[in-house]
């Protein structure tokens, strides 16, 4: 069945050119983790976008970057000429806390790195939303990009985020790993009978985009607290409504805290199919 059907409506999906950002230069090394500042915002955070992806009532302030940064991580095998994907990470912190063992298997899959500071779970969600879109935009026009391989990720409640990134900026992340936290935009019920609200309202011409070309992983296990709200929102929500490209990986004994890296490989190896 079709999601959604389609709307004769006229959408700004293309981000409109910026000025060459600033803070990543010549002092960022491959291989090591290095600071990255932006001085230009992109249009594709503003409120009005915001908005209208995410049909809200609510206008989104404006983000600040003077007072943002993030943390970007280039691999050895990168040089101009060579595009390779983006891996947008959203932590449930303020420290950009991705294991250290997972640094390799994004090198190992040409991903540069790069994740906001102090855009944990205790920021807004529009907020946390304008850091990953803003990456987007500024490091595209730093680097040499695949635009089929730009990935957000998260864990615990920035992987609510993206999961949220992905359906209604598909146009932007061709795809996602939410490790142990999903929304979705319609009710789903749990095993128990506890229902699970909608938690956002995308614009049906990208959802339907999401729903025919992203490709999207969920990671759960059986001791993690948002098992039963995971495996919910992928046969009510992803499956019911004819997603795709969506995965779910449902580790035994798994808890809440972040996988081995060997799932990392798993999911970026099912984003990555036909692309390389």
Known sequence: MKL???????????????????????????????????????PMAGADQLKMRLRSVEAPGALDLAKEGYEVLIPKSYKKGTPHGLFIWIS?????ALPADWEKVLADHKLIFVGALKGGNNREVFSRMQLAITANDQMRQL????????????????????????????DMFSGAVCFMGVNFFFPTKGRDG???????????????QAQTESRI????GDKDFNQDNTKAIYEQGFQANEFKHVKLFDIPGQGHGAPAKEWLEKALDFLDEGKK
């Open 92 to 96: 449930p912190n303020d420290k950009c």
């Open 143 to 170: 680097y040499d990009i695949d635009p089929a391989r730009v990935y957000v990720s998260g864990h615990s409640g920035g992987s609510r985020v993206a999961s949220m990134l992905a359906v209604a900026y598909a």
């Open 217 to 220: 992983v969920l990671v759960t």
């Open 4 to 42: 959604f059907a389609l709307l004769p409506i006229c959408l700004a999906l293309t981000a409109a050119a910026t000025a060459q950002p600033a803070g990543a230069d010549a002092k960022i090394k491959p291989g090591e983790r290095a600071p990255v500042s932006f001085k230009e915002g992109t």
């Open 194 to 208: 506890t229902m699970y609200e909608a938690r956002y309202i995308p614009h049906p011409e990208i959802a339907t």
